[in-house]
Nanobody, 120 residues
Framework: QVQLVESGGGLVQPGGSLRLSCAAS????????MAWYRQAPGKQREWIAV???????NYADSVKGRFTISRDNAQNTMYLQMDSLKPEDTAVYYC??????????????WGQGTQVTVSS
């Protein structure tokens, strides 16, 4: 069973930056789609960024231009660089690895989440 461990969350002031990491205990065979989601209080889980096996990336409009997703295949790790943070970015952030064929909401492997709080 693949385990995902997130790190890097915390408290940051508006306009600041954080980098989240998500490390897998092993490389999931064929699971080359890696994504970040977040869930703010009282809201549903929201997809925010994805990187596929070819290195292509895409972002939700809410974070485009401010967040950058990347990966280190040798370390089975992906990252989310978050810049120009806003209070509305406050949420629990979750990482997800999945097979490219899986388009279900809850598919693949999920981390337990890391809290990001943007506040003065």
């Amino acid at each position: 069973q693949v385990q995902l461990v997130e790190s890097g969350g915390g408290l940051v002031q508006p306009g600041g930056s954080l980098r989240l990491s998500c490390a897998a205990s092993e490389r999931p065979f064929g699971f080359n789609v890696m994504a970040w989601y977040r869930q703010a209080p009282g809201k549903q889980r929201e997809w925010i960024a994805v990187i596929n096996g070819g290195g292509s990336t895409n972002y939700a409009d809410s974070v485009k231009g401010r967040f950058t997703i990347s990966r280190d295949n040798a370390q089975n790790t992906m990252y989310l660089q978050m810049d120009s943070l806003k209070p509305e970015d406050t949420a629990v952030y979750y990482c997800n690895f999945r097979d490219w064929r899986d388009q279900t909401t809850a598919g693949g492997y999920w981390g337990q989440g890391t809290q990001v709080t943007v506040s003065s």
